[in-house]
């Protein structure tokens, strides 16, 4: 029902910034809003963990370990949400991906998402 691209991984040195995009391509018949999306990363040995959705109230949510360096932003337009890393730290490593699921409200867990993108690798060097 909708499908999603990363884009804009790479590497970077420590304190270097990237930007992620997610754009989702919604089946005929839903609709862009009837979803939640958030970024999620897995780092090597690690679960998968979140890293920024919007909530359902229009504000923000952030991991604490990204707090202040990542903003999460999103053109419903474009049907796209993008991710800007900043003062980026070598254990920001890891596979980012977007994820989606078809609930009003967002979650913080992984397995409630169904829906997910094929994910971009960041690694950022000390």
């Known amino acids: 029902q909708v499908q999603l691209v990363e884009s804009g991984g790479g590497s970077v040195q420590s304190g270097g910034s990237l930007r992620l995009s997610c754009v989702a391509s919604?089946?005929?018949?839903?609709?862009?809003?009837?979803?939640?999306l958030a970024w999620f990363r897995q780092a090597p040995g690690k679960e998968r963990e979140v890293v920024a959705y919007y909530t359902s109230y229009g504000s923000t949510m952030y991991a604490d370990s990204v707090k202040g360096r990542f903003t999460i932003t999103q053109d419903s337009a474009k049907k796209t949400i993008s991710l800007q890393m900043n003062s980026l730290k070598p254990e920001d490593t890891a596979t980012y991906y977007c994820?989606?699921?078809?609930?009003?409200?967002?979650?913080?867990?992984?397995?409630?998402?169904?829906?997910w993108g094929q994910g971009t690798q960041v690694t950022v060097s000390s």
């Open positions: 919604v089946a005929s018949g839903y609709t862009y809003s009837s979803y939640s």
């Open positions: 994820a989606a699921r078809q609930q009003y409200f967002p979650s913080a867990t992984a397995n409630s998402y169904k829906y």
